[in-house]
């Protein structure tokens, strides 16, 4: 059996930011979660940028490796 849960978080700051907080967690023989937390801002017209940390852990892991890893990454977005 494995219990499944997910929490979405999204709320503007302005009209052209937004916040968003995203958790995944699946535990059944162990835990594994993924959390990302970023921020969204229209720089002009389609162009924007997102800042975003994610964050993943396993309580299990190989090989005796850390059960945390961390991801920080900016992204330039176009929309059309």
């Known amino acids: 059996m494995v219990a499944h849960g997910v929490i979405n ?45 994610i964050v993943r852990y396993n309580s299990e892991p190989l090989d005796n490796k850390k059960g945390t890893d961390t991801e920080t990454n900016m992204t330039l977005l176009y929309s059309f």
Do not use: P
Not at 11 to 38: H, N, P
């Open 9 to 53: 978080f999204e709320t503007e700051i302005t009209d052209t930011s937004k916040f968003q907080q995203r958790f995944v967690a699946d535990y059944g023989d162990k835990l594994d979660a993924r959390s990302e937390t970023s921020l969204t801002a229209n720089i002009i017209g389609a162009l924007a940028m997102k800042f975003a940390v």
